[in-house]
């Protein structure tokens, strides 16, 4: 338990401080949550509870192609909120667009032989 604890408040304090970043220098704050910090720590503890070459090998590459769908949701969000949408409204519109390809890509990749 005490390990579940620790992971929480390492991965959470990652997040604060890349959103307090933000809050003074939007740039910088952006680029440390950019930083595939949260894939980093994921693969971090995922070896520590299972040390397979393999698994770990599979994990990184469906994060790859994960990473994919996700990315088109930091080009609509600033295009709707820059055209006077509301942020709510932008943000769940952004969330439901990368749905729709995670959705697209779980389908897809398959016929591609990837096996996410």
Do not use: Q
Not at 60 to 88: D, E, K
């Amino acid at each position: 338990m005490l390990y579940l604890i620790a992971k929480a408040l390492i991965s959470g304090a990652l997040i604060a401080v890349a959103s307090t970043l933000a809050k003074r220098y939007p740039g910088f704050g952006a680029l440390i949550a950019s930083l595939p910090l949260v894939s980093v720590l994921g693969m971090i503890w995922l070896w520590h509870d299972r040390p397979d070459a393999e698994n770990m090998a599979a994990h990184a590459g469906a994060t790859f192609w994960y990473v994919l769908p996700s990315l088109p949701m930091f080009l609509l969000i600033p295009a709707l909120l820059r055209h006077g949408v509301g942020f709510w409204v932008a943000l769940a519109a952004g969330c439901c667009l990368t749905i729709s390809l995670y959705a697209i890509m779980t389908w897809l990749a398959p016929r591609f032989g990837l096996h996410l």
